[in-house]
């Protein structure tokens, strides 16, 4: 989990290591292989590899909830039209919404959209997938729905680094915290570690910051049980 204050570079970071952004200095490795951006060939192939989901969802409007995921199985993997409509529709029931796939973004809420571009992701079978503040452009009461799809993603395994300001979403899930502060790596540990009460980390510090802000959760450092079960 990246999180931090805003402008921190969490989503810079984030864009660098799929080089969306070319980082000034550093290496990118996937599957212990280090990658080289200036090999066309190669970036190509390792973004197949590497799902994106941004904040804004940065979905096709003139396209179906399951034409905004199979087009990229059809112009990228060259799947026929009838395997890649099948293959999108599995994805989109992965995440609750096969009943919708015949919906326009317009006609979907911003939760929906998220999961759309969630299902769009994993349809390309990534190894690991980059989560830029997924639930941040949400309504609060349409954050749940999002945040249970990537617990479920999470729970079967799936590699991800998100970048979040939820900090109860943070402690329940995250493995790993990267605490980033003008576009530097702060502080790195386990939730265990750095959220623990008491702490006195610069991790602490945010949370409870954000707590006295009255932030979105209004109870971001509590244990991880007690996260997961409100979140359940």
């Not at 390792?46 to 199985?73: C, K, P, Y």
């Not at 602490?204 to 209004?218: E, T």
Request: net charge negative; hydrophobic share 40%.
């Amino acid at each position: 989990m990246l999180i931090g204050p805003s402008g921190g570079g969490k989503s810079t970071f984030l864009q660098c290591l799929n080089f969306l952004i070319h980082p000034d200095q550093g290496e990118v490795f996937l599957d212990g292989k280090r990658i080289n951006p200036d090999n066309k060939r190669e970036l190509y192939d390792f973004r197949q590899h590497v799902g994106m989901i941004f904040q804004d969802f940065n979905l096709f409007d003139h396209l179906t909830a399951e034409g905004n995921v199979s087009i990229a199985l059809r112009k990228v993997k060259g799947m026929s039209k009838k395997e890649a409509h099948a293959r999108a529709i599995h994805e989109l029931d992965r995440v609750g919404l096969s009943m919708r796939s015949d919906h326009y973004p317009a006609q979907l809420s911003g939760g929906q959209k998220q999961r759309v571009a969630i299902a769009r992701a994993l349809a390309m079978d990534p190894k690991v997938i980059l989560l830029d503040e997924p639930t941040s452009a949400l309504d609060p009461e349409l954050v749940g729905e999002v945040v249970a799809v990537i617990r479920k993603l999470a729970a079967g395994g799936m590699p991800m680094l998100l970048a979040t300001h939820q900090m109860d979403f943070a402690q329940a899930l995250a493995t790993e915290i990267i605490f980033m502060e003008k576009g530097r790596i702060v502080e790195q540990g386990s939730p265990e570690t750095l959220l623990a009460p008491g702490a006195g980390t610069r991790t602490q510090d945010f949370c409870l910051s954000l707590n006295q802000m009255g932030a979105q959760n209004p109870a971001p450092c509590c244990s991880k049980a007690e996260t997961q079960e409100t979140m359940e």
